[in-house]
């Protein structure tokens, strides 16, 4: 398997510009997750999908973060506007029930730079 | 709420010497603990996890860990560190009946020649 899939790996834009981040979870799995990393807040959960349905969107910072996931094998989070303070990493990962379900395989990210 | 405390930004470790980096954490309900590795620039990668049974929980890279329920904590160790060891290294805690991860802050692991 191809692991999760991340896309673009890299983004720059310019502040008040559309951004979004696309995922692609591994096969199988059930479980999709969004989070995002920064030197001040370190690692954190923005929302978690389970069969395609939303079910934990608390750590969604504002309504300018939007995340969907149209069907089992993708997955996008967009951020409109954009802001400088949204520069960060971003996270994909994935898991499926059962067997080593407790286990989040993570994608190598999106590092967004808004200017 | 689940909460994890790692007590190191940094630790800078020679080669083939020992290392611990420590993890706390607090949660009211009962919880399943994990170590992840960062590499440069990539992704997390489990190391190892606690889920139930012995508290001594060995993982990937002769890495292990051990779970300690008086003192809410899940430290990590290894006996002889090699230079591919650099890297960001995080303690992370999620409640049994939930899929939501909380992460410590990180521990920068060094390993100099």
């Known amino acids: 398997d191809a692991g999760v899939i991340q896309s673009p790996r890299h983004e720059v834009t310019e502040m008040g510009q559309e951004v979004t981040l696309r995922c692609k979870p591994i096969s199988g799995h059930d479980y999709l997750f969004w989070y995002r990393q920064t030197m001040m807040r370190g690692l954190e959960l923005l929302i978690y999908f389970n069969n395609n349905v939303p079910i934990d969107d608390s750590g969604m910072p504002e309504d300018r973060f939007s995340a969907k996931m149209p069907n089992a094998s993708f997955s996008t989070l967009k951020i409109q506007p954009s802001e400088p303070r949204d520069s960060a990493v971003y996270f994909c990962a994935s898991t499926k029930p059962g067997q080593g379900m407790e286990t989040q395989y993570f994608g190598p990210g999106t590092r967004l730079l808004v200017l | 709420a689940q909460s994890v405390t790692q007590l190191d930004s940094q630790v800078p470790v020679f080669e083939e010497a020992p290392v611990e980096l420590r993890c706390n954490y607090s949660s009211s309900v009962s919880v399943y603990l994990f170590w992840y590795v960062q590499y440069p620039n990539q992704g997390l990668q489990l190391l190892l996890k606690?889920?139930?049974?012995?508290?001594l929980v060995k993982g990937i890279n002769g890495f292990e860990a051990e779970f300690n329920k008086s003192q809410t904590s899940f430290h990590l160790r290894k006996p002889s560190v090699h230079i591919s060891d650099t890297a960001e290294y995080f303690c992370a805690v999620r409640r049994s009946n939930d899929y939501k991860l909380s992460f410590g802050a990180g521990t920068t692991v060094t390993v100099r020649a």
């Open positions: 606690y889920l139930s049974g012995s508290t």
